[in-house]
């Protein structure tokens, strides 16, 4: 059975997405509303779990953009997720800098923790594995971003395997 967060989407969004779409697209003068496109990324994904090509038309027609506009936008930043993915998705840098400084270890470390290659996601869900592009924090290497939102410095292997171990306990609980 597939988690609840990476169903795929309905044929639509629910009316509380178009109602916050709204709300990003005042933010800015009419001409501008296409300004509003990475929020109204983020809501799909907030709603769908991630960012489908339908979606993405949704998005296109509603902000009066070209369809490949949006995607543009979606394949370009990492924090959209273009395919469904795990409850905690871990995105490994692995630029120069880090990799000087064993990125490409701690992509690797996680690789055969979790028995899966970058860009796969564990069978039961929980695990979704990417690597990245810079995240800013070179001095800190290596460096990871955990669902998009919490950075992991200093990430040796043994602080790799308690974020892992510390996440899979949560959920047993």
Known sequence: MIPA???APAASLSEQAFARFAR???????EGKQSAVMACLTIVQEELGFVSAESEKIVADYLGMAPIAVH???TFYNMYNQRPVGKYKLNVCT??????RDGAKALHHLEHKLG???GESTADGLFTLQQSECLGACADSPVML???LTMCSFMSNDKLDQLIDGL???EAK
């Open 5 to 7: 967060h990476t169903q």
């Open 24 to 30: 990003e697209v005042a933010k800015y003068p009419a």
């Open 72 to 74: 543009e936008v979606t």
């Open 95 to 100: 630029n120069l800098p880090c990799q000087l």
């Open 116 to 118: 899966i290659s970058m």
């Open 146 to 148: 955990v669902n998009d």
């Open 168 to 170: 899979k306990s949560a």
